[in-house]
């Protein structure tokens, strides 16, 4: 599932197009196009004009051009390919294969070229001029003390928390469990009960584990991931995990180590 380290690939892939003239837009699913966007609003903000930047924040990718900003949103299942060439070989519970029929977006380039979004399963979303004050701080940006003023505003459960973008963006679920499970803290804790060194701790596995998963290639190649099946033993202590749904997600968590 792309998560914030799968987007930031897809961000560098993306960089490749910075600086081409968009003569195309490829819009074929109204569903695919969110809050109020349409196929005649891409073309009239996007033809003839050329992609200035990339960014990102949190799991959203943003396309910046002369007339518009354009949001890219990936869902589960999708898949950014830059001129053929897929940004990511393998997504965590996605095909692998490439399907026209799966291809909800696409720019084609003036002298050649094409982005796309391929997306089986049609979670993902693309909208003119996101507003992006409604995402909170990137994950990567946060500092401990906003972290620490944050959590002790809610005491919804810690994983919950976490997965919710308006607060920190760009986790997803996997990401929240290794972060949790390297941190030692339970995912079902209220996010307000962290004392004080558990929230610096906290915050040190977030940015920690980021960057570790960043440079083996993904969200999915946490030291937890092999053991997120039904009846499997935690890597670090032997223990039973526990499997529950917390923030409506499939969440492993290990009752021995994490408190």
């Not at 998963?213 to 223990?239: F, I, K, N, Y």
Request: hydrophobic share 40%; aromatic share 4%.
């Amino acid at each position: 599932m792309p998560e914030m380290i799968e987007v930031e690939q897809y961000r560098r892939t993306a960089d490749a197009i910075v600086g081409r003239k968009i003569a195309a837009v490829h819009a074929p699913d109204d569903w695919y196009l969110k809050r109020g966007t349409t196929a005649a609003a891409l073309e009239a903000a996007l033809l003839g004009t050329a992609v200035a930047a990339t960014r990102r924040i949190g799991k959203l990718l943003l396309l910046d051009t002369p007339r518009a900003v354009l949001g890219l949103h990936f869902g589960m299942t999708g898949r950014l390919v830059v001129d053929g060439i897929a940004s990511i070989d393998r997504l965590e519970y996605s095909s692998h294969r490439y399907d026209e029929a799966w291809v909800r977006f696409a720019l084609g380039f003036a002298r050649g070229g094409r982005l796309e979004i391929v997306d089986p399963r049609r979670l993902g979303g693309v909208e003119l001029d996101p507003v992006e004050d409604r995402l909170g701080i990137d994950a990567l940006s946060v500092k401990p003390a906003q972290l620490r003023d944050a959590l002790a505003a809610s005491r919804a459960p810690l994983k919950a928390w976490l997965l919710t973008q308006d607060r920190i963006a760009g986790i997803g679920n996997l990401l929240a469990d290794e972060m949790l499970w390297r941190a030692g803290i339970d995912p079902l804790r209220p996010a307000c009960s962290l004392e004080a060194a558990e929230v610096r701790r906290l915050h040190h596995h977030l940015q920690a584990t980021i960057g570790t998963l960043s440079e083996r290639g993904g969200s999915h190649t946490g030291d937890l991931h092999e053991a997120r099946v039904r009846g499997a033993s935690c890597p670090r202590d032997g223990a039973p995990l526990l499997r529950r749904t917390i923030g409506g997600r499939t969440t492993y968590s290990c009752p021995r180590h994490q408190r």
